[in-house]
C-alpha cells in the first residue's frame, strides 16, 4: 500500500489521517459489538461492520493529534482525499442528522489510476 500511486499522491496530512483511522479502526475491533459504530437499516434493525470507525475533531484533534483543534476545514478536506484515493469509504454521512459518520477502510486504492496489480 505504501508504494502505491494513490498514497503517494496523499498529502502529507493524508498520510497522517490514514494512519489515525488504522488505529481507530483498531480500538474499534477490540471493544464489544455493543459499543462499535452502528448504522441502522430500513427494517429499523441496527447494523455493524467489522472495520466500520468514526472519525470527528476529538479524535482527529485530541487523541491522534493529527490536526489543531481549529482545522475542522482541513480536516473535512484531507478526509475528502482518503475517500478519492480509495482508502476509506463512507458508509453513513453524518452532515445532516449532526450525528457521527460512519467510515470503512477500504482496497479502492488498488483500483487508482496508474495502479497495476
Do not use: H
Request: net charge positive; proline share 3%; hydrophobic share 35%.
Amino acid at each position: 500500500m505504501m508504494d502505491s500511486i494513490a498514497y503517494k499522491d496523499l498529502s502529507n496530512d493524508g498520510r497522517a489521517l490514514l494512519l489515525a483511522c488504522k488505529r481507530e479502526v483498531w480500538s474499534v475491533q477490540v471493544q464489544p459489538e455493543s459499543k462499535r459504530p452502528k448504522m441502522q437499516q430500513d427494517n429499523g434493525e441496527y447494523k455493524t461492520g467489522d472495520f466500520w470507525f468514526t472519525m470527528n475533531r476529538a479524535k482527529w484533534s485530541d487523541k491522534y493529534n493529527v490536526f489543531p483543534k481549529g482545522s475542522k476545514d482541513r480536516a473535512y478536506a484531507v478526509l475528502a482525499e482518503l475517500v478519492k484515493n480509495g482508502f476509506i469509504d463512507v458508509i453513513l454521512s453524518g452532515r445532516i442528522s449532526r450525528t457521527n459518520s460512519i467510515y470503512a477502510m477500504s482496497e479502492r486504492w488498488k483500483n487508482y489510476p496508474g495502479e497495476t496489480e
